[in-house]
Every structure is written in structure tokens, then in C-alpha cells.
């Protein structure tokens, strides 16, 4: 937090206030403001102008003229400066930041009835204070644009201060822990969550205009699936019903497509008892979407479109700066298999291995980390993708065509055995989208979801488990249908330019402050 520094009664030496000082001060001066007929936490205040608008409209002002403009501007007071009778406050809303120009003689013309304005003014307000104010525009001698306050309000007292510093990598937990002093000293921070709130809008008018219906799935499910994730665990008390929180939206919105919708998607939030890292937070938010009579052909066309159109309405371009490189999204895009491109980093052709234990051995020898389950030859394919080739996909690209021991709920690949059709799109090092062909045969479906449910008693904690209710809707027919889910999160991080997923998510889970050395 931050600390006042005050003048102590020696010479050279600074005492630095304890924040209960601070406090304490600070609601000594709001009892004064009342005392003085200020209600120092006003009922409402309406702002004619924001600070931006202002800013840009009245840039042709010359130094050291007025503009009988009249406004009406609120926001926190971030910075003060009192000069005998002059004074100075930076002014901060929402949109940008304005100077106040402070004059004892207008003040009091301004509020006859308190002739002590001034003095009001700027002996009880502190940095922090969220203040009203009424006044005309003039620019400085300096070329400082300004609201000249002929009136003032207090809207909010601030009772503790706003941190003296807020950089530095040692202060990136208290950053994302106190979030509201984040947005308040860190414009960035703004700029990232209002780029991704504009993309989470501009992504639902893209698909309501393409048709699809977004509908509402449980979060609270007896049985978690749609997902190769850990779940969440709770309990139903009048129900006496253990629950899990759900870890995809698949599994609803395919029984949705069974009962006759042909686009339906939903936008939310799914929870998944996973890691923390700079790619993953346990709640996080996807927008998973599925296309009667369609496949995974028609899902790249909606996914490749729908992205690049989206990215040019919120950031105004296609070409991006990501972490110092360059992005481009213009289509088309890259696309190609996982066999090609594991071929193309590390010289392994995984097609001509007869199996788990040659590959293994191929693998070890190429330097790559055999996986604790190495059981499959489409497992280690996977897990060599991983290692070596998912860093490396900078542009966005299709990777295409995975094995089925990855993908139980994606259809058999038309041409190619062994394989699906399925593909993920990688954008900056991230996988970005997962989208299949969807499986719509119920005893295939149930034979892999039982294979599925082997893993997991084995240990696997990610596997799946067989849903009953999902395998019986099957049974009365779905048809083909191309279905695709998208990291809104990892989006996010693409289009602002953001390092970890904790930053484009507004408060992101973190351990007790008490856990923290």
C-alpha cells in the first residue's frame, strides 16, 4: 500500500506516516466536510463531458486562452499541487485525465456560500477523492489543457491512499490481488479489459448475426464431461447429490442439437481443477459453438472468419504486436496435419512406426520426455507435438487431423485410419480453438468413452467418464454436426498484447495472501 511521506521536526529526515494515521486523518477530514455542509459521499453526480472527449474536442485551444464551454467532470484526484493562491489537480475518469485549475478568486465568486472555498478545497481533498466539479476550459501558459472549477462537489472520501509506487515484477501479485488499485494507477490495465469485454460483444453480434442461438447450460453437473480436465467437486445438501462444475458446455449443447436447434453456442465460464500458469487459470471462459450438417471443414471457414473479424472491429487492425513479433491475421491461414509438422521439427515420421514401443524409442533418442502413459502411438505423437512443435506456431495456424486416442468425442477421419477429424488452431505458441467433426455414433461413442473411463481408474484424473444421459440422446439421432470451442482467455492475451492470462482476466485466482513468502 501506498505511504505519506511528512516532515519531521528535524531537518533532512522524512517520518513515513503508519496507514492508520493515514486513515485516521483522512476520516478526521470527512467529519470536517460534513461540519462544513459537504457530504463527503454524495447520492449521484452527472458528468456532461468525459475526460477524453474533452481532450479531443477542444485541442485547438490556444495557450493561455478560456473557452466559455461550460462542464460538469468527475473522477479521482491522482495528483495535487497548491501554490499560494493557485492550485493544480489531475483529474482521472474512466476515458483519460484533465488538469483542474484551481483559483481562490473564482471559487469564491462561484460558491458565495462558502467563501473558504479554496481553502476547502485543497486542505480537505486528497489524492484519491473522487470529486465533482463545475467549470469553463481554459489552456495553460504551459499548454495544459484544464477545467477552471468555479464550483466543487466531493463525491467519494477516499479514506486510504493510493500506492506511492505500482512496477516492478514485485508487485505484480499485489496487482492482480488488489485489481481495483490496478485499474485505478495502471491505464494499461483498462485499456486490456475494456479490449476484452468490446471482444466478448463483438464476438456474440458476429454469431447472432450468423444465426446461432446462444443457450444456457448447467455449470452444476452430475457428471462432468465434454473435456479431458480435472474437475471441481461439490455437493447438493437437500439433494444429498455430489456435483461437479462443469468443465465444457459440449456435452449440453450437442443434446440441444439432437432435439432439433441446427446453431446454438454458449459463451460462460467453465472450471477445471488444473494448474496455474501463464496459460491457465482455473476458471476461465470459452464460447463453444455447433453447426447442424456441418464438419470441421465448415468450422475452420466460421473460426477463421470469425476471428479475423472480430480482431479488426475491437483492435482496428489484423496485424498484431504479440510479445515483440508480429501476428497476422489475415486470412487464410496456415494449415496443416500433426504428422507433418511433429516431421517437420523433429525428423520423426511417425506414419511409419509399427508402434507404441518404436516410436518410444525414437522419441528418447531425439532428445524428447517419453509421457508417463506412453501406452499409444497416437499419444506419443501428441506428446512430441507438444514438446517441440506447439512453441514454434507463432502465426496462427490449423493443425490438423489428430490421433483418436486423444479424441473421443471426434468422428473418424474419412480417409486417413487411426486418425479424426479435428483441428486446433495455435496462435503466438497457444492453442487457441479445439474443433471436431463431431461423433455421432452412440456405440462408438459409448466404446470410447468406456475406454475413457478405463483411464481414469487407472489413475488418468483427466480422462472422461461415460455420461448415460448424453449416450441415451445419441441414441434418437444427431446429425452431422461440426462443433468448435474458443479460449476467450487466450484470445484476449492475443489481441492486448498480454504475457499471462491472469492480466486479461479481471480477478484471476491466487493463492491466500497468507501462503505468499
Not at 472520501?157 to 505484480?172: C, I
Not at 454458449?266 to 447442424?292: C, D, K, W
Not at 492480466?503 to 505468499?516: Q, T
Request: net charge negative.
Amino acid at each position: 500500500m501506498g505511504r505519506s511521506r511528512s516532515r519531521a521536526r528535524w531537518p533532512g529526515v522524512i517520518r513515513v506516516a503508519p496507514l492508520s494515521e493515514l486513515r485516521t486523518t483522512r476520516l478526521q477530514k470527512a467529519n470536517t466536510l460534513r461540519q462544513l455542509g459537504y457530504e463527503p459521499y454524495a447520492l449521484g453526480f452527472a458528468p456532461s463531458h468525459h475526460l477524453q472527449d474533452l481532450q479531443r474536442d477542444h485541442s485547438d485551444l490556444p495557450k493561455g486562452e478560456e473557452r466559455d464551454v461550460s462542464v460538469q467532470v468527475a473522477g479521482r484526484v491522482m495528483g495535487r499541487r497548491v501554490l499560494g493562491k493557485l492550485a493544480f489537480f489531475q483529474l482521472q475518469d474512466e476515458t483519460g485525465a484533465i488538469q483542474l485549475f484551481l483559483e481562490k478568486t473564482t471559487l469564491a465568486e462561484g460558491m458565495p456560500e462558502d467563501p473558504e472555498a479554496f481553502s476547502h478545497i485543497t486542505g480537505l481533498v486528497d489524492s484519491g477523492d473522487v470529486l465533482g466539479v463545475w467549470g469553463i476550459l481554459r489552456r495553460t501558459g504551459r499548454g495544459e489543457l484544464s477545467v477552471k472549477v468555479r464550483r466543487w462537489a466531493m463525491l467519494s472520501k477516499a479514506l486510504l491512499p493510493l500506492p506511492d509506487k505500482w512496477h516492478g515484477l514485485t508487485d505484480v501479485e499485489k496487482r492482480y490481488r488488489q485489481r481495483h488499485l490496478d485499474l485505478i494507477v495502471n491505464p494499461r490495465t483498462r485499456q486490456t479489459l475494456r479490449r476484452r469485454a468490446r471482444l466478448v460483444g463483438s464476438i456474440r453480434r458476429y454469431l447472432d448475426e450468423k444465426d446461432f442461438l446462444e443457450i444456457e447450460t448447467p455449470v452444476l453437473q452430475a457428471e462432468a464431461g465434454g473435456a479431458d480436465a480435472r474437475p471441481f467437486q461439490t455437493h447438493h445438501h437437500s439433494l444429498d447429490l455430489p456435483l461437479y462444475l462443469r468443465i465444457a458446455t459440449e456435452l449440453h449443447l450437442k443434446r440441444l442439437i439432437v432435439g432439433g436447434f441446427e446453431r446454438v453456442y454458449e459463451l460462460g465460464r467453465i472450471f477445471r481443477n488444473e494448474g496455474i500458469s501463464t496459460r491457465h487459470n482455473p476458471e476461465f471462459t470459452s464460447v463453444e459453438i455447433y453447426q447442424a450438417y456441418g464438419d470441421y471443414r465448415d468450422m475452420l471457414t466460421l473460426t477463421e472468419d470469425l476471428i479475423s473479424t472480430v480482431t479488426r472491429q475491437v483492435c482496428g487492425s489484423t496485424i498484431l504486436e504479440v510479445q515483440g513479433q508480429a501476428i497476422d491475421l489475415t486470412p487464410p491461414w496456415r494449415q496443416a496435419t500433426m504428422h507433418q509438422l511433429v516431421q517437420e521439427e523433429t525428423g520423426l515420421d511417425f506414419a511409419r512406426f509399427p508402434g507404441a514401443a518404436e516410436a518410444g524409442a525414437a522419441m528418447a533418442a531425439a532428445g524428447l520426455e517419453l509421457p508417463p502413459m506412453a501406452d499409444s502411438l497416437g499419444r506419443l505423437l501428441n506428446e512430441a507435438f507438444e514438446q517441440r512443435v506447439e512453441p514454434r506456431l507463432i502465426q496462427p495456424t490449423f493443425v490438423l487431423d489428430y490421433p483418436v486416442e486423444i479424441s473421443p468425442l471426434a468422428r473418424p477421419h474419412r480417409s486417413r485410419p487411426g486418425l479424426v477429424e479435428r483441428f486446433e488452431l495455435f496462435i503466438a505458441g497457444r492453442e487457441t480453438a479445439n474443433c471436431f467433426s463431431e461423433l455421432t455414433d452412440p456405440l462408438e461413442q459409448r466404446h470410447r468413452l468406456e475406454a475413457q473411463q478405463e483411464r481414469r481408474a487407472a489413475g488418468d484424473l483427466e480422462a472422461q467418464a461415460v455420461d448415460e444421459d448424453f449416450l441415451t440422446a445419441l441414441e434418437y439421432g444427431m446429425p452431422p454436426t461440426g462443433g468448435i470451442g474458443i479460449g476467450i482467455d487466450r484470445l484476449a492475451m492475443v489481441l492486448t498484447d498480454s504475457p499471462s492470462i491472469r492480466d486479461v482476466i479481471a480477478f484471476p485466482l491466487l493463492r491466500p495472501a497468507a501462503e505468499e513468502g
